[in-house]
Structures are given as structure tokens and as C-alpha cells.
Nanobody, 121 residues
């Protein structure tokens, strides 16, 4: 119903920067929020940052000051700019949206397949 495609992941050196992008498509009626989560090997998935339809943002403490989330509502796209990357940032990053496909239908969470971010020391 709703597809999320991430891009921008890759291998970077510590201290470098990366810009992740996610585009939502499919049967979208309305998007309430979009965000980024990450999951490292052996760890639970955790929130990195999210942004609402009114541009209210939320960041994990570990990325405050280093990450910036933004969105283009017209294009149903969200971006995550990550600076001063650390090896601890290594994880699979997943795009997420809270949306519904039709007017009056239930709101649901949708997930992308993830993009690998590897930060070398």
C-alpha cells in the first residue's frame, strides 16, 4: 500500500558526513510523520529522528547536534543529514512513516527495507 525507498547509505570514515533520503510512494492519502530508525547487530531498533507534518522534530540524544531531519511534504520525502559520524553510528537505517491510505482509514506505520551505514575508524 505504501512503499518507502531509502538511499544514501554507504561506507564513510569517522568524522565524515552522510545524507540519507527516503521517498514514500503508493496509495498515500495522508502522512502524519516520517522518521529514521536504526538497528545495529545484536541491538534493538531505535529512533534516530522523526518529523511531523507540522515540522516538529525529535532526535535521539546520541545524534543531537550532529543530525538534522527535514522533509518535503509535496514530494513525500524525508532526509537525514548526519555529520561528525562515529563508528557507533554503524547500523542499518530504516525509514518509517505514520500514514493512511484512504480518508477515514486507520493510521499505520510503514517501513522501508533499510540502508546500511558503516562508519570506519
Amino acid at each position: 500500500q505504501v512503499q518507502l525507498v531509502e538511499s544514501g547509505g554507504g561506507l564513510v570514515q569517522a568524522g565524515g558526513s552522510l545524507r540519507l533520503s527516503c521517498a514514500a510512494s503508493g496509495s498515500i492519502f495522508s502522512i502524519n510523520s516520517m522518521g529514521w530508525y536504526r538497528q545495529a547487530p545484536g541491538k534493538q531498533r531505535e529512533l534516530v529522528a522523526d518529523i511531523t507534518s507540522t515540522d516538529s522534530t525529535n532526535y535521539a540524544d546520541s545524534v543531537k547536534g550532529r543530525g538534522t531531519i527535514s522533509r518535503d511534504n509535496a514530494k513525500n520525502t524525508v532526509h537525514l543529514q548526519m555529520n561528525s559520524l562515529k563508528p557507533e553510528d554503524t547500523a542499518i537505517y530504516y525509514c518509517n512513516t505514520f500514514a493512511r491510505t484512504r480518508r477515514l482509514s486507520p493510521w499505520n506505520y510503514y517501513w522501508g527495507q533499510g540502508t546500511q551505514v558503516t562508519v570506519s575508524s
